[in-house]
């Protein structure tokens, strides 16, 4: 399974973004898709989060609100729209995929996520 994220940019705090990422491979169906982000100087956090059918998706508190993440199984894409942005929220964005028997389940645990896209830089001024 390979992951391509893209969408990532400088944007004005109070702008907005989508980003996308692209999944090759197995049948996307079959993954639940996650975004997490790293900022610089820190770790790896949780974004968002979306199960394979869409039916449930789960939010970190910082981003509960601006941040909507969708995905279209038949692009084998999912999405994170990014609004209301902050300095804060300046970062790597990267996707991830699980492979999943449920259909309705979302992770948050990075660990448990088997394939992780390159990244892309998203960048918020003040």
């Known amino acids: 399974v390979q992951l391509q994220a893209s969408g990532g940019g400088l944007v004005q705090a109070g702008g907005s973004l989508r980003l996308s990422c692209a999944v090759s491979g197995r049948p996307f169906s079959a993954y639940a898709m996650g975004w997490f982000r790293q900022a610089p100087g820190k770790e790896r956090e949780f974004v968002a989060a979306?199960?394979?059918?869409?039916?449930?998706?789960y939010y970190a508190d910082s981003v509960k609100g601006r941040f909507i993440v969708s995905r279209d199984n038949a692009k084998r894409t999912v999405y994170l729209q990014v609004n209301s942005l902050k300095p804060e929220d300046t970062a790597v964005y990267y996707c991830?995929?699980?492979?999943?028997?449920?259909?309705?389940?979302?992770?948050?645990?990075?660990?448990?996520?088997?394939?992780w896209g390159q990244g892309t830089q998203v960048t918020v001024s003040s």
């Open positions: 991830a995929a699980k492979f999943t028997y449920n259909s309705d389940t979302y992770y948050f645990g990075q660990y448990e996520y088997g394939y």
């Open positions: 979306i199960s394979r059918s869409s039916v449930s998706t």
